[in-house]
């Protein structure tokens, strides 16, 4: 095994372990809500507007499209499977050229709809809100948050 994998393994398994569990990664303040609030609250921060936020905002008219093209894509793929399953049948032996160009024909369906995935869904897309009359974006986030507003969930509009 190589150090470099088992260490980003490692790191990985405890980013998801402490956010499955409530874990702070920093020892911040959190605001003081008095308990008559607690369940009408919702905690805003400012949307940082970022490359990823852009990209996802000029792809984001196009996803049918890039839907149908995937589409045809994985129907295409699943034909390439088929015929190189079908020459190694009649050809009563395996032969593992026949599927050389279906499994890298693979590689690259999978790895560009992971790409146009996480480019049309960038973080901020399943968070973004606003408040009701304000022109400004925000994302829900958590209570410690530096520069967290709260605001009562009934002034907060999910954007769409």
């Known amino acids: 095994m190589k150090p ?3 260490f ?3 790191m990985l398994a405890i980013i998801i372990l402490m956010a499955s569990f409530g874990s702070p990664f920093d020892s911040s303040v959190s605001l003081n809500i008095p308990e008559s609030m607690l369940g009408n609250v919702l905690y805003l921060c400012p949307a940082a ?3 990823w ?3 996802a905002k000029i792809i984001a008219p196009m996803s049918p499209i890039i839907t149908i093209i995937f589409m045809f894509l994985l129907i295409v793929l699943l034909f390439s499977w088929g015929w190189a399953l079908y020459q190694n ?4 032996k ?3 050229k026949a599927f050389k160009n279906a499994w890298s024909f693979t590689k690259v369906v999978f790895w560009a709809g992971i790409i146009c995935i ?5 973080p901020n897309y399943f968070r973004t809100v606003s408040l009701k009359n304000h022109p400004e974006n925000y994302v829900l986030c958590e209570s410690n948050t ?3 507003i709260a605001v009562r969930q009934d002034a907060v509009v999910v954007k769409k």
């Open 118 to 122: 996480l480019v049309i869904h960038t």
């Open 49 to 51: 507007s970022s490359g």
């Open 146 to 148: 530096p520069g967290v």
């Open 53 to 55: 936020d852009i990209a």
């Open 8 to 10: 980003a393994v490692a």
């Open 89 to 92: 049948l009649l050809k009563d």
């Open 94 to 96: 395996f032969e593992e």
């Open 4 to 6: 470099g994998l088992i």
